[in-house]
């Protein structure tokens, strides 16, 4: 992507209220650009490269501390398309406020250990939670932070305690919520836009 700050996500919109992205009142950054595109998105509008603003990750991350009630929910978009800018994002939030950091990626978690970049790892390092696997139409489902059964929550942490019947992770590891958990918050669905969303667009 050009004309790009030297250190910049491409940003499709921000919404600091988001209450469906993850535990809690979230601050939601959806990044715009997805090389993967899965059939049937929810956001189509942000699968092109092109489009949003280049907003200085510096900048960003000092909204965040000072917005953000429970923690950040990385969406998009692909965030692991920028995973070095947006793993930098999470550095530069966590040295002001020891926060939750969840992230969606339609890849697997297995294909990002396995094949990732050393930016993919570190934003993976860096992460709480992870919501993986493309959107499938074919599997459309209203599940807690999910759209389709194919997609998991992992718990790279223990800062989230799984929902029963699973245990905690310990620090390091993961444990995966089954697609077919009960909900214990509401359905996944993007946040509303609103007077508190800020969307934003190339010129």
């Known amino acids: 992507m050009s004309g790009a ?17 993850g535990p809690g009142v979230r ?3 959806w990044v715009q650009g997805c090389g993967i595109g899965c059939a049937g998105c929810i956001s189509p509008q942000w699968i092109p490269a092109e489009g949003g603003s280049w907003l200085p990750v510096a900048e960003l991350a000092e909204r965040i501390v000072h917005e953000a009630v ?7 978009g692909e965030p692991f398309d920028q995973a070095g800018a947006a793993a930098d994002l999470v550095r530069r939030v966590r040295a002001r406020r020891d926060m939750s950091v969840l992230s969606y990626t ?6 990002l250990r396995r094949h990732g970049t050393p930016d993919q790892h570190a934003l993976l390092d860096a992460l709480d939670l992870l919501v993986d696997g493309p ?22 942490t223990g800062r989230h305690a799984p929902s029963t019947p699973l245990t905690t992770a310990a620090p390091g590891s993961s444990s995966t919520s089954p697609a077919t958990a ?14 508190n969303a800020s969307r934003r667009a190339s010129p």
């Not at 339609?106 to 294909?111: C, E, F």
């Not at 139409?137 to 718990?155: E, F, G, I």
Request: hydrophobic fraction near 30%; glycine fraction near 8%.
């Open 5 to 21: 700050p030297a250190l910049a996500l491409r940003v499709a919109e921000t919404q600091p209220r988001c209450t469906v992205l």
């Open 27 to 29: 601050f939601g950054v």
């Open 70 to 76: 429970d923690g950040l929910t990385l969406s998009g």
């Open 106 to 111: 339609g890849y697997t978690l297995s294909h």
């Open 135 to 156: 959107y499938l139409r074919a599997k459309h489902a209203d599940l807690r932070w999910r759209a389709s059964t194919n997609q998991r929550v992992h718990h790279l």
């Open 182 to 195: 009960p909900s214990t918050s509401p359905a996944y669905r993007p946040c509303p836009t609103s007077g």
